[in-house]
């Protein structure tokens, strides 16, 4: 793989490069959307939405081994 890694001012990395073409293979092999800005939003929203439910006292809250092994 051919990543490029980019620094700031002061030499600290804040960020890499990975060529497009690779990307999208990462993407495809990851099943990953192709729209950038649907990138895990319905997993967020369903996140949001058990919040919610937790806090109305619809579900229980999760322990943090079950939270840890969803991961």
Known sequence: MNLQYLA???GNVTGVFIPIQEWEDIRKTLHLPEDPKGLHRQELL???D?????REGKIPKP???VFLNEL
Do not use: G, R, S
Request: hydrophobic residues 35%; glycine residues 0%; without cysteine.
């Open 8 to 10: 700031d001012h002061t």
């Open 46 to 48: 369903e996140a949001f």
């Open 50 to 54: 058990q919040v919610k439910q937790i």
């Open 63 to 65: 322990n943090l081994n």
